[in-house]
């Protein structure tokens, strides 16, 4: 039953039915930063996966992931600000979302170094696909405060689902859910 429970709430924290949005949606402000990140279905998932998989690690890299990933977002949004343009960006995103998902299914354990080094890679997609659309915001710098915040709101959720529950049952349900978010990413990446 707890296994049941605690499977169904990292689902449930995971899984809000929103979609996509890179296009057309609003740029300006801290609450439409904010609100990106929990919106936008890759990013979340991502997001989320990253937090799972620095509490699985443990130690440093259970601060050292977030950092690497909410630092690499930010350096790949000032990159795509001035003007450096990086392609396959969606693709990549959906590739950062499936990786994520199938490390914490794994409950992969690298060096640490490696961990951050995947990490960065995967948080470059997110900066620079938002980063081209700033000049245009009337309040970038509310937007990007909001966005970063909230990454790091997904991330400490992620750590918290599994800090929250100890022992082999949890373990297993933060892989599950690792699975689940593989699968969501290959999901977007189909439809
Ligand atoms: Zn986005």
Known sequence: MKFIKY????AA???????LAHTGHETSGLMAGIAHPFTGLDHL???VAVGLWAAQMGGKATWQLPLAFIGTMMLGGLLAMAGVAVPFVEAGILASVIASGVLVAMAARFNTTVCVALTAAMAMFHGVAHGA???LSAHPVSYV???LGA???LH???IAAIKAGKGALAATAARVAGGAIAFAGMALAVA
Not at 7 to 10: C, H, I, L, N, R
Not at 13 to 19: E, S, V, Y
């Open 133 to 135: 659309e700033m000049p």
């Open 145 to 147: 405060a909001g966005f």
């Open 7 to 10: 499977s169904a709430a990292v």
């Open 151 to 153: 990454t790091l709101v």
């Open 156 to 158: 400490l959720a992620g």
């Open 45 to 47: 998932l991502a997001m």
């Open 13 to 19: 924290a995971t899984m809000p039915a929103l979609a």
